[in-house]
């Protein structure tokens, strides 16, 4: 910002004015132009760029606000003064035509649009908005969650979940964010974890919003990532783009040689093998908009395309895959007149890419080249969306708008579905090492399941409607609004190949006991499993409506009041509702306090209660079809051709059976008074001009979930409650295998106790369970500070120091990669939770950020992004004991579970409980990106290059370790000598090229 006078604070009160900042836009993708003028005075406002007009009456006091507004440039005229001012998504302008002490005219402003947390005092939400012109500055991924993770409160969750590259927002899980496109939620449901996408050229604004959203937002508890997409204007343009990623510009990933003696004796060398892996990246994409009709309606197409391969290798099996897809948008907008506006928005994303699965030769490990073809298949993902979007200004106080959208997405689907080998069942040879997984038999290793093809593509359809409405009166702002969406997710069933897998052990010199039972050294014995889910059809429906007031209590000071009421329903393939949440009440409050009155210091807070809706992969997991029964049996022999035992002896120890194919009575599988997972906000901060260029922030934030779900699939406590109640005829086995629940409280639910076949509504108090409440807190103080560009150097920071606390993660679970939101394994059973409170795998104590451009000369441009941050909690992984007295019915199916408790192993072999985290921290992290840009005058700047390189010095911090201490079984475990190792480590240096050319 150049200011040409003396620093003022009524020249600051002008010149703040033209900042953009954040107002109660909430989930729209809109924003709002608002100021002062004479009394009464008509102020007229002209989009730039499709020509529309509108004129407004201010009040009584001189204010107007003008609402509703497509981002983009408009000009504003009042009393015969002109203002250029730009509008983003979800923020608010200031344009002011009184001067304080006639100082108007002796200043000059120039607006930087490359603000991205500016003040504003009429704004109480977190929130960054990042233009697509700030992102071409940076060196950052070229996808929406890279730009999110410069947000200050955001961490880059685990490699393991979702892409690997999914943003935590303020000590939320990855699952619990959301994300909008033109104002429709484009989150996928099924798991929470992706979200339809777009050509990445075709985003005008990201923004970002890390917390204190207004009654509008609601099912996130983590954070919102809020896309608006280019448009047409009464200028016909284009372009293109040319994206390149060279295998020969990225470094070697590194290799984990396995510490496990008998393993390595086995071929089993390395823990994690990537040296050799390598992509290439080839992107491309075309774009044109312009005026069909000039000033009434307005084109925007892009259609992308391009080339991406990759190679990937194991220790006897390879992967290349290759995906050519193209992907493409579409927007209209029709202004029918200048008060009533139309907008269409297409989107293609549908995915295909080719996946060829390789042999390595009979006993050649580690190769580094492919071997023979064992499966070419094609993989779909992706599909269509649809948004259309009416707005009308009734009046000069009076705005409405509605909205409808339309999503379908195929999730993961192959083809062909079925290949040669599967009548044969999945086998394994372990019996040089228990740990060792030899290959035997004549099934197709790229087939471990057949799923069900009378079932066609696993798909999620969601649609959705929409009203929202302003009313200006006198002091008051009233924003209300209702949405209602479907989400439908389908589901094919599956087998294991040949119906059945085998997995064939040998006992060493030493007896050993294998599922209950103890088998004499030098025995031969195998473990069967049978594994069958069913298909259906599965509905989430979830609608909400709100009603908030922005109110002016004084010149100086704001008061939001807000209230979001929700409701989420559930349903199982039958059509049947078996969770049902009613009128659940979100209020939200925040002020704004402009306290000096020139805008240049302001202090602000919120506090409010945030819903998120269960996922409809909790239907499928619940309430569909779901089985799997664990045998063991004396062998003499393994056939190699066919991977069964030969001789089949005696059947040892309990069946283990885990729940059932018939699709359970939806009155037993949930609670009847679930309290769906909520969570309360409160933040408080300020943000100060300290120069006409430099601004500071400083801002506290405290989160806490104060109901928390989970599934839990144990039933030795209903058995001790019948038991003392007297009911002699319950049967456990006549319940659900999981049931969703509030841990820690009593559970409420339709049991069968007479084994008559009908369930009815019983309490069992909660000390039967043994288990804790769901816990989370986040703690947070966030410092940050920016400087306008608007001589060419652009700089932005943050650093944060948080706490991230509970005995759960969320609706994910990062230390297990376990993506089942509201069914992960932290409460399935109370030794789970044992030892499970503590730092949780997202804190990260300290987040330093910096990033920033600076032009050299006139044609030249440097980039740079730094991160520093401290490590992630290491925690020490195990068997839970099976020998717990506690457990009874349960320890038969608990005997299936991994090593993924808290109790931990030694080299000796016993067994001990630690705590979250208790084995310190990951290394500190520091990342720095580089990027380099050339705009050449001579082609008229409209010619770019641009070189990034990602982690210039090439660092290779461990961000993970291998927390796994015992294998080979809970029944009678061994210590894991890589306990400890390093897993994962920082991506290595690559480069990334780019041309465009715009005309």
Not at 319 to 330: A, K, L, Q, R, Y
Not at 741 to 763: C, F, V
Not at 953 to 970: H, I
Request: hydrophobic fraction near 35%.
């Amino acid at each position: 910002m150049n200011i040409k006078t003396q620093f003022k604070r009524s020249a600051l009160t002008v010149a703040l004015s033209l900042c953009f900042a954040g107002t109660i836009q909430a989930q729209s993708a809109v924003g709002s132009v608002f100021g002062q003028t004479d009394a009464n005075g008509t102020v007229t406002i002209e989009n730039l760029g499709s020509g529309t007009k509108r004129d407004i009456h201010a009040g009584n006091d001189g204010r107007f606000t003008f609402s509703q507004l497509a981002p983009g440039n408009y000009r504003i005229t009042s009393n015969g003064v002109t203002r250029d001012v730009s509008v983003k998504v979800g923020t608010g302008t200031q344009v002011s035509f009184v001067a304080a002490n006639n100082t108007l005219d002796a200043i000059n402003v120039t607006a930087d649009a490359a603000r991205i947390n500016p003040i504003d005092v009429s704004s109480v939400e977190s929130t960054s908005v990042f233009s697509a012109e700030v992102i071409n500055r940076l060196p950052v991924g070229r996808e929406i969650s890279s730009v999110a993770l410069l947000a200050p409160g955001t961490v880059r969750g685990d490699s393991g979940l979702g892409s690997g590259n999914l943003a935590s927002f303020s000590g939320a899980s990855v699952a619990e964010n959301g994300y909008y496109i033109n104002g429709f939620d484009v989150t996928n449901m099924r798991n929470q974890l992706s979200y339809a996408d777009l050509p990445f050229d075709a985003i005008a604004e990201e923004q970002v919003k890390t917390g204190g959203y207004g009654a509008e937002y609601g099912r996130s508890l983590g954070g919102v990532i809020s896309l608006v997409t280019k448009r047409g204007t009464n200028k016909w343009r284009g372009g293109a783009t040319v994206v390149y990623s060279p295998s020969w510009g990225r470094e070697k990933s590194k290799d984990v040689d396995n510490k496990n003696a008998d393993e390595v004796a086995a071929g089993f060398t390395k823990l994690a093998y990537r040296s050799d892996n390598n992509s290439n990246g080839l992107t491309a994409d075309i774009w044109a908009a312009g005026p069909i009709i000039k000033d009434r309606l307005f084109f925007f197409g892009m259609l992308q395309g391009g080339r991406d391969k990759s190679n990937s290798y194991g220790r006897t099996t390879s992967v290349s895959t290759s995906d050519s897809s193209p992907t493409g948008m579409i927007k209209l907008d029709w202004n029918i007149t200048d008060n009533h506006l139309l907008e269409l928005t297409g989107i293609y994303n549908r995915d295909k890419y080719n996946r060829i699965d390789y042999l390595n030769p009979a006993g050649a490990y580690y190769t580094g080249v492919h071997g023979t073809v064992n499966a070419d298949r094609e993989i779909e993902n992706g599909g269509k969306i649809g948004i259309l979007k009416y707005t009308g200004y009734f009046s000069d106080n009076f705005t409405m708008s509605a909205q409808a959208g339309w999503l379908r997405n195929v999730s993961g689907y192959v083809t062909p579905e079925s290949l040669p080998g599967g009548e044969c069942p999945r086998a394994f040879d372990s019996r040089v090492s228990a740990g060792a997984t030899t290959y035997i038999g004549c099934w197709n290793q790229s087939q471990t399941f057949i799923r069900d093809t009378s079932a066609g593509p696993d798909t999620d359809t969601r649609k959705a409607f929409r009203i929202d409405g302003e009313w200006a009166l006198g002091d008051h702002t009233f924003r209300f609004g209702w949405d209602d969406e479907k989400y439908t997710s389908t589901h094919a069933g599956n087998v294991y190949t040949g119906g059945e897998y085998w997995r064939h052990y040998r006992t060493t010199g030493v007896a050993r006991t294998v599922n209950g039972v103890s088998v004499a050294p030098n025995t031969n014995y195998a473990r069967r499993w049978y594994y069958q889910t069913t298909t259906g059809s599965y509905d989430v429906k979830n609608s909400a409506y709100y009603l908030e007031d922005s109110w002016k209590v004084t010149d100086n000071f704001l008061l939001y009041l807000g209230v979001r009421n929700e409701g989420f329903a559930n349903f199982n393939s039958d059509g049947v509702k078996f969770i049902d949440a009613k009128n659940l009440i979100a209020p939200r409050i925040g002020f704004a306090w402009d306290v000096n009155g020139d805008s240049t210091f302001k202090v602000f807070g919120n506090a409010g209660r945030y819903y998120i809706p269960i996922a409809t992969n909790t239907n499928i997991r619940a309430s569909g079809g779901e089985v799997t029964i664990e045998d063991f049996y004396y062998t003499t022999g393994v056939d190699a051709a066919t991977g069964k035992p030969t001789g089949l002896g005696a059947h040892f120890g309990s069946t283990n059976v885990n729940g059932s194919l018939t699709s359970p009575n939806p009155k037993t599988l949930t609670v009847t008074d679930l309290k769906p997972m909520y969570q309360d906000e409160f933040i408080l901060g300020f943000q100060k001009q300290i120069s006409s260029s430099w601004t500071l922030g400083v801002k506290g934030v405290f989160r806490q979930i104060k109901s928390g779900m989970d599934d839990f699939c144990s039933h030795q406590g209903f058995q001790d409650w019948a038991d003392d109640q007297g009911y002699t005829s319950f049967d456990y086995t006549s319940m659900a295998g999981c049931i969703t629940i509030n841990p820690g409280r009593d559970i409420k639910l339709a049991i069968d106790i007479d084994g008559s076949g009908n369930p009815t509504e019983q309490t069992v108090p909660a000390r039967y369970f043994n288990l804790p409440e769901y816990r989370r807190s986040y703690k947070a103080l966030e410092i940050s500070w920016e400087r306008s560009a608007n001589d060419g150097f652009y700089f932005n920071g943050s650093y944060t120091y948080s706490s991230s606390k509970g005995n759960v993660e969320g609706y994910v679970n990062s230390t297990l990669e376990q993506e089942d939101p509201g069914a992960t394994q932290d409460f399935d059973n109370f030794l789970f939770e044992d030892g499970a409170f503590g730092y949780l795998p997202n804190d990260r104590r300290h987040v330093l950020k910096l990033f920033g451009s600076v032009k050299v000369g006139q044609d030249w441009s440097v980039g740079l992004n730094l991160l520093v941050q401290s490590g992630r909690p290491v925690n020490c992984q195990g068997y839970i004991p099976l020998t717990d007295p506690r457990l009874g019915v349960d320890a038969g199916g608990l005997a299936a579970y991994s090593a993924s408790s808290f109790y931990c192993m030694d080299q000796a072999g016993n067994r001990f409980l630690t705590n979250r985290g208790q084995y310190g921290r990951t290394p500190w992290l520091k990342t720095l990106n580089l990027g380099v840009s050339y705009i050449p005058t001579w082609a008229d700047k409209k010619l770019s290059f641009k070189l990034d390189v990602f982690n210039l010095l090439n660092t290779n911090g461990v961000t993970e370790y291998y927390e796994t201490s015992a294998r080979g079984g809970s029944a009678s475990p061994t210590y894991d000598y890589n306990f400890m190792s390093p897993i994962n480590f920082q991506a290595p240096r690559s480069l990334r090229l780019m041309a465009s050319y715009e005309f």
